[in-house]
C-alpha cells in the first residue's frame, strides 16, 4: 500500500552498548516471543516490513542507560542517521527540580522532543510527588512533551494528572498505550475525564498488553473518537513489543481495518503524530 505513516512509538534497542536492565537482567519480561523481540533491528528492515510507507517515526526511551540517557540520542543518531524521526528521552519526573533540570540540560539535541518516565502500579505515585508539578511545568516552557505511562483506571492518580493539565494550560501530555485497560468500562470514565483536558493526546497502541477482541477494539477507537476527537489519537505500533501478538506488518493492518473512513486512517497513522511531535 502507499499509505505513508508515521510510528510515534517505536523502541530500537542496542543490547551490546546499552544496559536494558529491564530486559536482559536477572528478571526480564515473561513475553512471548521474547528473543525476536530482542533481535536488533535497523530502520530500513523495519521500513521493508511494513504494508505501508513509514516515512518518519517517534522514538520512545527503551532503558539504555537510565543513569545517561544521552547515551541512547547519540546512538539513535547514528542507528537513525538520514531517516527523519524525534525522540523522548528518560527523566525522573519527580527528582528535585535543580536536578531535574540539570538532567534536561544534558539531553538537549534537535530530535528531543520530551521525556517518558514510567509510572505503572506502585510507581504511580510518583507522579503524585510535590517535585512533579514543579518539572512538569518546566517542560511545558521548554516546550517539551510528557509521556506518561501509568493504569489510568488508577482513578487517584488520573485525577492528580488532570489537575496538572489544568495548572499547566501549555503543558502537553502524551498517554501511552490507550491508558492499559483492565475494565473497559473503569477505563471509559477516566477516558471521559481526561478528554475534557485539551493538552492530553493518547496512542492507540499496547493492544498486546490486553486480550481484548477485534470487536471490543472497534469499540475502544469509537469511544475514543467520541471523547477526544480525531485529533488528539495516534496509532503506534509499540514495536518490538507488540511482537508479543502480531509482527509489525499486521499491527498497522489492523489498525486501518478499524477506521470506517480514509480521513479517519490518514489523521490517526499520520498527521497527528505529525503535528504533535513537529515533525517536518
Same mark, same amino acid.
Given at each position: 500500500?502507499?499509505?505513508?505513516?508515521?510510528?510515534?512509538?517505536?523502541?530500537?534497542?542496542?543490547?551490546?552498548?546499552?544496559?536494558?536492565?529491564?530486559?536482559?537482567?536477572?528478571?526480564?519480561?515473561?513475553?512471548?516471543?521474547?528473543?525476536?523481540?530482542? $533481535?536488533?533491528?535497523?530502520? +530500513?528492515?523495519?521500513?521493508?516490513?511494513?504494508?505501508? +510507507?513509514? +516515512?518518519?517515526?517517534?522514538?520512545?526511551?527503551?532503558?539504555?542507560?537510565?543513569?545517561?540517557?544521552?547515551? +541512547? *540520542?547519540?546512538?539513535?543518531?547514528?542507528?537513525? @542517521?538520514?531517516?527523519?524521526? @524525534?525522540?523522548?528521552?528518560?527523566?525522573?519526573?519527580?527528582?528535585?527540580?535543580?536536578?531535574?533540570?540539570?538532567?534536561?540540560?544534558?539531553?538537549?539535541?534537535?530530535?528531543?522532543?520530551?521525556?517518558?518516565?514510567?509510572?505503572?502500579?506502585?510507581? $504511580?505515585?510518583?507522579?503524585? $510527588?510535590?517535585?512533579?508539578?514543579?518539572?512538569?511545568?518546566? *517542560? $511545558?516552557?521548554?516546550?517539551? *512533551?510528557?509521556?506518561?505511562?501509568?493504569?489510568?483506571?488508577?482513578?487517584?492518580?488520573?485525577?492528580?494528572?488532570?489537575?496538572?493539565?489544568?495548572?499547566?494550560?501549555?503543558?502537553?501530555?502524551?498517554?501511552?498505550? &490507550?491508558?492499559?485497560?483492565?475494565?473497559?468500562?473503569?477505563?471509559?470514565?477516566?477516558?471521559?475525564?481526561?478528554?475534557?483536558?485539551?493538552?492530553?493526546?493518547?496512542?492507540?497502541?499496547?493492544?498486546? /498488553?490486553?486480550? &481484548?477482541?477485534?470487536?471490543?477494539?472497534?469499540?475502544?477507537?469509537?469511544? *475514543?473518537?467520541?471523547?477526544?476527537?480525531?485529533?488528539?489519537?495516534?496509532?503506534?505500533?509499540? /514495536?518490538?513489543?507488540?511482537?508479543?501478538?502480531?509482527?509489525?506488518?499486521?499491527?498497522?493492518?489492523?489498525? /486501518?481495518?478499524?477506521?470506517?473512513?480514509?480521513?479517519?486512517?490518514?489523521?490517526?497513522?499520520?498527521?497527528?503524530?505529525?503535528?504533535?511531535?513537529?515533525?517536518?
Amino acid at each position: 500500500m502507499s499509505d505513508k505513516i508515521i510510528d510515534p512509538h517505536i523502541h530500537f534497542f542496542n543490547l551490546n552498548e546499552g544496559q536494558y536492565i529491564w530486559l536482559q537482567g536477572e528478571h526480564p519480561p515473561a513475553w512471548p516471543n521474547l528473543t525476536q523481540i530482542k $533481535a536488533p533491528v535497523s530502520v +530500513e528492515q523495519l521500513q521493508s516490513a511494513c504494508s505501508f +510507507e513509514l +516515512e518518519a517515526l517517534v522514538h520512545i526511551e527503551a532503558g539504555f542507560d537510565n543513569q545517561a540517557p544521552i547515551k +541512547e *540520542l547519540n546512538w539513535l543518531a547514528t542507528h537513525l @542517521k538520514d531517516f527523519a524521526y @524525534k525522540a523522548i528521552s528518560y527523566s525522573q519526573i519527580d527528582a528535585p527540580n535543580s536536578q531535574f533540570i540539570n538532567a534536561m540540560t544534558e539531553l538537549r539535541q534537535p530530535t528531543l522532543v520530551g521525556i517518558r518516565d514510567i509510572t505503572e502500579g506502585d510507581d $504511580a505515585t510518583r507522579l503524585c $510527588a510535590p517535585n512533579s508539578l514543579e518539572n512538569l511545568a518546566y *517542560l $511545558a516552557a521548554e516546550n517539551l *512533551l510528557f509521556e506518561t505511562q501509568f493504569e489510568i483506571e488508577n482513578h487517584a492518580v488520573t485525577e492528580q494528572l488532570i489537575t496538572y493539565c489544568h495548572a499547566l494550560p501549555s503543558l502537553r501530555v502524551v498517554i501511552n498505550h &490507550l491508558g492499559f485497560i483492565k475494565n473497559p468500562e473503569h477505563w471509559l470514565k477516566a477516558i471521559t475525564k481526561l478528554s475534557r483536558c485539551n493538552n492530553i493526546a493518547i496512542k492507540f497502541s499496547g493492544l498486546e /498488553f490486553s486480550s &481484548l477482541s477485534k470487536d471490543t477494539h472497534r469499540w475502544l477507537l469509537k469511544n *475514543l473518537l467520541n471523547h477526544f476527537g480525531e485529533q488528539r489519537i495516534m496509532f503506534a505500533s509499540n /514495536f518490538p513489543v507488540c511482537q508479543i501478538e502480531v509482527d509489525y506488518s499486521s499491527c498497522w493492518l489492523h489498525y /486501518f481495518s478499524l477506521c470506517d473512513t480514509h480521513h479517519i486512517w490518514q489523521q490517526l497513522s499520520n498527521k497527528n503524530s505529525r503535528y504533535i511531535y513537529q515533525i517536518s
